[in-house]
């Protein structure tokens, strides 16, 4: 009955795990979750009022353009023109979306045969190699390890390249790692780009969760603009997880296959999201860089938290709001009972039995690492690693 598209095709690891802590949960167990990239902040109010006002106008009722409103386009471009200096956007190179993730999905759809091969940059967020491989395209991962600050080079890229690449898709600051791409970093992938003529897919989902210095967009580099298409979202920014907004800035030949492909399958974003992400857009960014000096507390917090755990190697991250430590010194003990094999073992004796829910790191294509989300409150991060430290202490 079920196709061999999905039967093949892996359930999202970070899911997997929410789900299981909500059932520890519901059994009345007081559960830290660690596992999702959820701002534990509300969506700034400013913005939940434009939604409302939106919603009491009484004009958006009707279908939008399926590529999103006009002036939301034009908005975003001007966003990117200014803040990323890329110069050459405008709306008619925007499609919105129902979150960066249905974003990345139209991409895959629009540029990618069955046969293609798109690198990915190691460890990468869970659902890269899945829409990768949903239209019949071969992930091939490039990958840089906790000693190297989880950064791949222009010169694996380059090594990786074979006549059936199409595109370089990573996430900076990352997605699970933390690590951020500086400007010459950036600049040597898309020197490998030109040559090769491959087209780059750069999520910028969490440019402002960067803790280095100003984010800097690929696009912006002179003669990338053609060959880049720059993913990016309220979801991490804004604290509008739950809105599902997203968007595309594309040159205009993959921005009219993006649209085709949305056209038939969802049609446009929501209306009133669509309104709340232009109130979020044309607002001044203060919300944002208050939830961002929260995140930096709590990263130096936690690195000193987790770098005290004995076993666990910690890099320290300069984006995003994730750790992802090497736990491989815990595979092959146990406690007596539970034996600990690899870092999915590790993180279900966890939750079992300091009530944490984390992400093994093999969904992140580095099985010796597990994930954790800081975007918690300070009390339940220190009271989880003072949990996870108690249980740890059990494993031989
Ligand atoms: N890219 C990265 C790197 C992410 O971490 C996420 C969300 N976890 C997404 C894309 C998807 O974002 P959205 O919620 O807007 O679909």
New binding site residues.
């Given amino acids: 009955m079920i196709s061999d598209r999905v039967l093949n095709m892996e359930e999202s690891a ?1 899911l997997a795990m929410a789900a299981k802590a909500r059932e520890l949960k519901e059994q009345g167990n007081n559960v830290i979750s660690l596992s999702l ?1 959820e701002p534990d902040f509300k969506t700034p109010a400013h913005i939940c009022e434009g939604a409302k006002a939106a919603i009491d106008e009484g004009k958006y009722f009707a279908y939008p353009p399926v590529n999103g409103y006009k002036d939301f386009r034009d908005a975003i471009a001007k966003k990117l023109r200014e803040e990323n200096n890329i110069k050459e956007a405008t709306g008619e190179h925007i499609v919105v979306s ?7 999905a139209n991409m895959m759809m629009a540029i990618v045969n069955p046969g293609d091969e798109v690198i990915i940059f190691a460890p990468y ?1 869970v ?1 890269y190699s899945t829409l990768v491989s949903l239209p019949g395209g071969t992930p091939v991962f490039v990958s840089a390890g906790i000693d190297k600050d989880f950064k791949v080079t222009a010169d694996q890229v380059e090594k990786a390249v074979t006549k059936k690449t199409k595109a370089i898709l990573f ?1 900076s600051p ?2 699970p790692t933390g690590a951020v791409f500086n400007q010459s970093e950036l600049e040597a992938i898309a020197d490998v780009a030109k040559k090769h003529d491959l087209l780059v897919i750069s ?1 910028e ?2 440019e402002h969760i960067n803790y280095e210095g100003k984010h800097f967009s690929i696009a912006s580099i002179p003669g990338m603009f053609e060959r880049t298409v720059t ?1 990016n ?4 920014g804004f604290a509008m ?1 739950g809105w ?3 968007y595309i800035c594309a040159p205009l030949n993959i921005a009219k296959a993006a649209n085709k492909i949305q056209g038939q399958i969802t049609s446009a974003n929501c209306s009133i999201a669509q309104r709340a992400g232009l109130v979020a857009i044309e607002s001044d960014l203060t919300p944002t860089f208050d939830m961002v000096k929260a995140y930096q507390k709590r990263r130096d917090l936690v690195y000193k938290l987790l770098s005290d755990l004995p076993g666990f190697k910690v890099n320290m991250p300069t984006g ?1 709001f994730y750790f992802f430590p090497d736990v491989c010194h815990y595979f092959g003990t146990s406690d007596g009972e539970t034996q600990i094999k690899d870092a999915s073992d590790l993180c279900l004796y966890i939750l079992a039995k300091a009530h944490v829910s984390l992400v093994e790191g093999g969904s992140f294509g580095e099985p010796n690492c597990i994930r954790l989300s800081y975007a918690a409150s300070e009390s339940d991060l220190r009271e989880a690693v003072s949990r996870i430290k108690v249980v740890l202490e059990k494993l031989h």
């Fill in positions: 970070t990239g129902n979150g960066a993730k249905q974003s990345i967020w659902s996430s990352c997605n999520d989902i969490y993913v979202g309220f979801a991490k997880t599902r907004v997203g995003a």
